[in-house]
């Protein structure tokens, strides 16, 4: 018997702030400015994407005392750009990322449930953690929780944000048009939550919203959000770059999946992934290896190997070796910040790869770093990027991508012109949407939210 055909999902990430992004580039426009907001979004549904991804950061990062370069821009409020584009999008998932360490579950889901009347069902939340003590000191808390905490503290914040969603039934009030009153249940919007991390009661201020509650995003390669996923998400957004190890990552997520009572359909696999797109597939080698190296300046080449080194090493030829010492361990003190700066759980092991692998190239640190610190990348003509999604995607290397593209906030449309077309040919993406919530889009419509709720 053979295996069905898999339909593609597809995102749209919204860069903003990272080294996926050509700033030279004379397309480039403002990733502060709503109209970019805008055109990346409308492009995205235009093409039928199943949602469109916002990261945020809740700290300008800095390294060797100085702001980060790719932060001088700014990071504007997710739930204010979001809720901007409900208003100027019909169909489009919209994605945000929301930290469940510096925040309270009744606020964000207050957001959530707002975002999901306002947009008609199409909200969904990536739950992420932080642990730095520098993005902790905006708040009150700090950085306090180590990796095994933070998920703990995750784990419940979202088991308290569904309750929260679960709240309010559907039909607690309901307008008697003839006596001019409402009908009222005395319980609507009742709740109460005490364990170790939250010691709240009260009544939550917003109707249930068209899906129930968000759909939830995971982002995370480690074992515990490898677990997370499996047991609370619907979609993940994942880094691998090989098929195999994609289909290894697959196998062992949807692994998961069974003894949380969930099927491998309940969770949607999403690697992050660039595209690079020419007439011919030589042209678009040409043309990617000049858009990577106008991504990794040797400046930033230095900054990126200072990050795992936790030194400086600005006095090192980019053109040159790497550095013959050890990184320094400890308390991460030259890039601070978590959003993009990578944060690395074994920093002598990973030189080790790194030296083996700049040795068996001859790579110097700019040429290592451009290797190493790239996305799954999707480069050749628009034939031969739909034949390789569509084959990992057929493979159970992952369900979907969610792309970024190198130029903001134009850069979609060559896609979604010309790739997304050659898909729709294949029978392996949508035409038309079939469905109006986010949950349609995706096809995990029909979790039974009160039972996950109560685990």
């Given at each position: 018997m053979s295996k069905p055909v898999k339909q593609v999902h597809l995102a749209a990430h919204f860069p903003g702030v990272n080294n996926t992004t050509v700033w030279s580039d004379p397309r480039a426009g403002s990733h502060i400015e709503f109209s970019s907001f805008v055109k990346l979004a409308q492009t995205a549904e235009r093409a039928k994407f199943d949602l469109f991804f916002l990261a945020e950061g809740l700290r300008l990062r800095e390294q060797g005392g100085l702001i980060y370069d790719l932060d001088v821009v700014g990071r504007p409020d997710t739930f204010t750009v979001l809720a901007g584009l409900a208003a100027v999008t019909e169909r489009l998932g919209l994605a945000g990322t929301i930290n469940s360490t510096f925040n309270e579950p009744f606020d964000v889901a207050r957001q959530f449930a707002s975002l999901d009347h306002l947009s008609a069902g199409r909200a969904a939340w990536n739950v992420v953690t932080s642990w730095d003590a520098f993005t902790g000191e905006n708040f009150r808390r700090g950085g306090f929780l180590p990796?095994?905490?933070?998920?703990?503290?995750?784990?419940?914040?979202?088991?308290?944000?569904?309750?929260l969603f679960d709240s309010w039934r559907g039909d607690e009030i309901a307008a008697d048009r003839e006596s001019g009153v409402y009908l009222r249940d005395d319980n609507a919007g009742a709740f109460a939550h005490h364990d170790e991390h939250f010691d709240i009661e009260g009544r939550?201020?917003?109707?249930?919203?068209p899906q129930g509650r968000p759909v939830i995003l995971q982002a995370g390669d480690s074992d515990e959000g490898r677990e997370f996923a499996a047991e609370a998400a619907d979609a993940i957004f994942a880094g691998q770059r090989t098929l195999e190890a994609g289909q290894e990552f697959?196998?062992?997520?949807?692994?998961?999946?069974?003894?949380?009572?969930?099927?491998?359909?309940?969770?949607?696999?999403?690697?992050?992934?660039?595209?690079?797109?020419?007439?011919?597939?030589?042209?678009?080698?040409?043309?990617?290896?000049?858009?990577?190296?106008?991504?990794?300046?040797?400046?930033?080449?230095?900054?990126l190997l200072e990050q795992l080194w936790n030194a400086d090493l600005s006095?090192?030829?980019?053109?040159?070796?790497?550095?013959?010492?050890?990184?320094?361990l400890g308390e991460h003190t030259v890039a601070r910040g978590r959003a993009s700066v990578r944060m690395h759980r074994d920093p002598l092991a990973i030189a080790r790869q790194w030296r083996e692998l700049a040795e068996e190239k001859n790579l110097s640190i700019r040429e290592l770093i451009i290797q190493v610190t790239g996305r799954q990348s999707f480069i050749g003509s628009p034939e031969t990027v739909a034949a390789r999604i569509n084959e990992l995607v057929q493979a159970d290397?992952?369900?979907?991508?969610?792309?970024?593209?190198?130029v903001t906030p134009g850069g979609l449309d060559e896609f979604a012109d010309k790739v997304v077309p050659l898909l729709q040919e294949r029978g392996v993406f949508r035409t038309e949407y079939e469905g109006t919530t986010l949950r349609e889009h995706l096809g995990v419509d029909g979790i039974d939210g009160v039972d996950r709720a109560a685990r």
């Open positions: 990796q095994d905490q933070r998920y703990a503290r995750a784990k419940t914040f979202l088991k308290t944000a569904w309750e939550f201020s917003v109707p249930r919203s697959y196998r062992d997520v949807k692994g998961r999946l069974a003894k949380y009572g969930r099927t491998p359909e309940q969770l949607v696999i999403l690697p992050a992934a660039t595209f690079v797109l020419a007439d011919t597939d030589a042209d678009a080698q040409e043309r990617a290896d000049v858009i990577r190296h106008q991504q990794v300046s040797g400046q930033t080449a230095i900054k006095s090192f030829d980019p053109d040159g070796p790497l550095p013959d010492f050890d990184p320094v290397a992952a369900d979907g991508f969610i792309l970024a593209p190198h």
